[in-house]
Nanobody, 125 residues
C-alpha cells in the first residue's frame, strides 16, 4: 500500500519560514514525478512545485518562485518543501503527490496517482 504523509505545517507569522516534509512508503520517490500543491479555503487546488528526478525537470509556480525550495533525501524516501518569507496568502492546506506516466509537465490534477492527507499552513499578518 502506498502512503504519502505530510508533516511540518503550523501557525507562523508573516515573514517566517517552515519546512514541510512528505514521507513515502510503498513507492520510491526517485521513480516518480513529485508535486507539492496547496488549496486555500474556497479555492481550487493548485500545483506550486513539481520535479522529476528522472528527467531533471523542475517547475515552480510564479507565486512561489524565489521563496519555496524543494529537496529530497532518497535514503529516507522523503521530500521537503522549504518555505521562506511566508505571506498571509500562503495560508492553505499543503499536499504532496506522486505521479508516473503523464505526458504533461506539470501533470494535470487528474494524472496524479498518489496524494498525502495534507498539512495546514496558516500565516498570520
Amino acid at each position: 500500500e502506498v502512503q504519502l504523509v505530510e508533516s511540518g505545517g503550523g501557525l507562523v507569522q508573516a515573514g517566517g519560514s517552515l519546512r514541510l516534509s512528505c514521507a513515502a512508503s510503498g513507492l520510491i520517490f526517485a521513480d516518480y514525478t513529485i508535486g507539492w500543491f496547496r488549496q486555500a479555503p474556497g479555492k481550487e487546488r493548485e500545483v506550486i512545485l513539481c520535479f522529476s528526478s528522472m528527467t531533471g525537470s523542475t517547475y515552480y509556480a510564479d507565486s512561489v518562485k524565489g521563496r519555496f525550495t524543494v529537496s529530497s533525501d532518497n535514503a529516507k524516501n522523503t521530500v521537503y518543501l522549504q518555505i521562506n518569507v511566508l505571506k498571509p496568502e500562503d495560508t492553505a492546506v499543503y499536499y504532496c503527490a506522486a505521479e508516473t506516466g503523464s505526458t504533461w509537465f506539470p501533470p494535470p490534477l487528474d494524472d496524479w496517482d498518489y496524494w498525502g492527507q495534507g498539512t495546514q499552513v496558516t500565516v498570520s499578518s
